[in-house]
């Protein structure tokens, strides 16, 4: 009988052996690159945002209009922070 790290070892290689396709090579690495790099450009376009809050808070406005700017930042940045952890 089969062991669960044989079927495991199998799978794999037959992921591997799907991926290479007919022409004999595999995008993965290709798609690990380009993924890497979407993530990346995410964390970027997260930290600029990050660093404009404080200069878009600086004016001098009601009461009323300070807390719905509060509430509109920090659904922005629950936003950012949940699209960061998705896949």
């Keep these: 009988m089969r062991d669960i790290e044989?079927?495991?070892?199998?799978?794999?290689d037959f992921?591997?052996?799907r991926a290479r396709g007919r022409l004999g090579y595999s995008l993965v690495p290709l798609?690990?690159?380009l993924s890497d790099t979407a993530n990346i450009a995410?964390?970027?376009?997260r930290q600029a945002i990050m660093d404009a809050l404080p200069q878009l808070g600086a004016h001098k406005n009601d009461a009323a209009w300070n807390a719905g700017?509060?509430?509109?930042m920090n659904a922005v940045t629950r936003l950012?922070?949940?699209r960061s952890v998705a896949p």
């Design 6 to 12: 044989e079927i495991i070892r199998d799978g794999m």
């Design 15 to 17: 992921e591997r052996e």
């Design 31 to 33: 798609l690990v690159f």
């Design 42 to 45: 995410r964390g970027q376009e």
């Design 69 to 72: 700017f509060k509430a509109a």
């Design 80 to 82: 950012l922070i949940e």
